[in-house]
């Protein structure tokens, strides 16, 4: 079993850029693709970044497509989420989420085994 923990959320102006990291630990990292979802208050979670288990494929939605970077470092069982540009509509609670089905592309919520405890993301206008 692997446990989450999110990290580099924060306030940002719109137009500014953060990186969230999620590290991971109890599992073997590699045996996982990793996906990224927030949660706005009110709001379904979304899907918004998913990687394969080695990077070799990363799927957005159109939402944060050109803004937002998904990567991954499995010698540091870590997984990232560059986002740029952000604007008042990216406001939410960011979690990383760990599938054990590591190909191919998943957005489901259900698709998703073991999940972080969330790291707020505010951008104001």
């Known amino acids: 079993q692997v446990q989450l923990v999110e990290s580099g959320g924060g306030l940002v102006q719109a137009g500014g850029s953060l990186r969230l990291s999620c590290a991971a630990s109890?599992?073997?990292?590699?045996?996982?693709?990793m996906g990224w979802f927030r949660q706005a208050p009110g709001k379904e979670r979304e899907f918004v970044g998913r990687?394969?288990?080695?990077?070799?494929?990363?799927y957005y939605p159109d939402s944060v497509k050109g803004r937002f970077t998904i990567s991954r470092e499995n010698a540091k069982n870590t997984v990232f989420l560059q986002m740029n540009n952000l604007s008042p509509e990216d406001t939410a609670v960011y979690y990383c989420?760990?599938?054990?089905?590591?190909?191919?592309?998943?957005?489901?919520?259900?698709?998703?085994?073991?999940w972080g405890q969330g790291t707020q993301v505010t951008v104001s206008s």
């Open positions: 989420a760990a599938d054990t089905n590591k190909y191919g592309f998943r957005i489901r919520v259900t698709s998703y085994s073991y």
């Open positions: 109890g599992g073997t990292f590699s045996n996982y693709a």
């Open positions: 990687i394969t288990w080695n990077g070799g494929e990363k």
